[in-house]
């Protein structure tokens, strides 16, 4: 069975990982297995010059694994870019919940971080149909659904687990 999949979106600087700090290490303390990814629309580089694996790399090896005792690390090119789906079935199925930073075009359920120091006003529209399911804010957000404080984080730990987190 396939993990669920809920981005955490927002317009820039609004607190998405700061949001994920806080809700990865509340649901892994209830005993889940919790996966993320992160998207990055301008491209990123986790390889520096002169390492190995970047030699291999710049060798022509199209999928450069490094591994030790605790941690797997794979870089690999693709033709195009790969779906959240596609990502999760391939390195995230042995999780119970998977969250991602971004993806606001994923066509996933989001729940949006709205600050009102960042921004005028979210990114969703009221009445507007779309996969929103949830609002983490410091103000009462009324986008017909549910709106969390920005600090209540077992709150909201508690909306993903009872609405998301698959039961084996």
Same mark, same amino acid.
């Given at each position: 069975?396939?993990?669920?999949?809920?981005?955490?979106?927002?317009?820039?600087?609004?607190?998405?990982?700061?949001?994920?700090?806080?809700? %990865?290490?509340?649901?892994?303390?209830?005993?889940?297995?919790?996966?993320?990814?992160?998207?990055?629309?301008?491209?990123?580089?986790?390889?520096?010059?002169?390492?190995?694996?970047?030699?291999?790399?710049?060798?022509?090896?199209?999928?450069?694994? %490094?591994?030790?005792?605790?941690?797997?690390?794979?870089?690999?090119?693709?033709?195009?870019?790969?779906?959240?789906?596609?990502?999760?079935?391939?390195?995230?199925?042995?999780?119970?919940?998977?969250?991602?930073?971004?993806?606001?075009?994923g066509g996933k359920p989001?729940?949006?971080?709205?600050?009102?120091?960042?921004?005028?006003?979210? %990114?969703?529209?009221?009445?507007?149909?779309?996969?929103?399911?949830?609002?983490?804010?410091?103000?009462?957000?009324?986008?017909?659904?549910?709106?969390?404080?920005?600090?209540?984080?077992?709150?909201?730990?508690?909306?993903?687990?009872?609405?998301? %987190?698959?039961?084996?």
């Amino acid at each position: 069975m396939k993990p669920a999949i809920i981005s955490i979106v927002s317009k820039k600087n609004s607190g998405k990982t700061t949001l994920l700090e806080k809700v %990865i290490p509340e649901l892994t303390q209830r005993g889940y297995r919790v996966g993320t990814i992160k998207h990055d629309t301008h491209g990123f580089s986790i390889d520096h010059e002169g390492k190995d694996t970047w030699r291999h790399k710049a060798a022509g090896s199209e999928t450069v694994v %490094i591994s030790c005792p605790w941690l797997v690390s794979v870089i690999k090119d693709v033709d195009q870019e790969q779906t959240l789906d596609e990502l999760a079935e391939s390195y995230l199925l042995d999780k119970d919940i998977v969250l991602t930073e971004g993806y606001k075009l994923g066509g996933k359920p989001q729940i949006e971080v709205f600050r009102s120091s960042a921004h005028d006003s979210p %990114i969703h529209v009221k009445g507007k149909k779309n996969t929103l399911v949830a609002v983490v804010s410091d103000v009462d957000v009324d986008l017909d659904v549910p709106c969390f404080d920005i600090n209540d984080i077992s709150a909201l730990a508690d909306f993903i687990e009872k609405t998301f %987190i698959r039961k084996d």
